[in-house]
């Protein structure tokens, strides 16, 4: 059957396939024929030209015609816009061999075969001196790093434990409590300070991440710099807390 009057010069449908589960939208021109239009459907359905059925659906999804002339132009079939190509595989491959990727073999490289290409991004980045390439950099933050634990050392064995304290966090009204913990710590790197608040001031009862530091109650308990811990004779304030 052939189509009469004027008619688009492409025509947009649906491609489904016997190989997978999907479909996908294509837009073609009418003027190919079935032998053409069946090769550019190798690249969307995976099956080859010379393996393939093709049948014709309308928008109702029911069958037109099958697609069977290989000369024929497409546009010489009842196709309009909305209609369904189903690509029928003769090819002897199953449903889903496509989609499956676990199946497709995957291409590894040793790491010293990695280290001796030239176009890799490691190699990039070796020449560029960039990331943890850049010994220069990378010593300067260690370097750096050492530094500052060097400083709060030194800042922490001057906050005895048991000492009296206050605590002046950026943002945050002044704490008062007692020194219970100096030190380095699992949960975070550097030294801290473990401070038990006069009031349920804290985040803690002493213990973070199951281990514990020191006793406490329950929201008395916080770790803080030694930056902002200042020791002195801080009598303990009544903030109305337990009233609340």
């Not at 497709?104 to 990331?131: C, H, M, P, T």
Request: with cysteine; net charge negative; proline share 5%.
């Amino acid at each position: 059957m052939e189509v009469t009057g004027l008619s688009a010069p492409t025509v947009t449908v649906f491609i489904s396939s016997s190989l997978n589960s999907f479909r996908s939208e294509k837009r073609y021109s009418r003027s190919l024929t079935i032998a053409e239009f069946k090769c550019k459907l190798e690249l969307v359905v995976g099956s080859p030209a010379s393996c393939m059925e093709l049948e014709l659906y309308g928008p109702d999804d029911k069958l037109y015609s099958k697609l069977d002339q290989e000369d024929a132009l497409l546009g010489s079939y009842p196709i309009d816009d909305g209609c369904r190509v189903h690509v029928i595989d003769h090819s002897g491959a199953r449903l889903g061999e496509y989609e499956d990727v676990s199946k497709v073999e995957k291409y590894q490289i040793s790491q010293e075969a990695y280290d001796q290409r030239q176009d890799s991004i490691r190699s990039f980045l070796k020449r560029s001196k960039l990331g943890r390439y850049n010994e220069e950099e990378r010593a300067q933050q260690e370097a750096e790093a050492t530094q500052r634990l060097n400083e709060e050392k030194t800042q922490a064995r001057a906050i005895p434990v048991g000492s009296r304290c206050e605590v002046r966090a950026p943002g945050q009204p002044p704490r008062r409590g007692t020194v219970m913990y100096v030190g380095l710590t699992d949960f975070k790197p550097g030294y801290w300070i473990g401070v038990r608040y006069d009031e349920p001031l804290g985040k803690n009862d002493g213990s973070v991440n199951g281990k514990r530091y020191f006793e406490c109650q329950a929201k008395y308990g916080a770790f803080v710099k030694p930056s902002v811990v200042t020791v002195g004779d801080f009598p303990e304030e009544d903030y109305g807390l337990d009233e609340m």
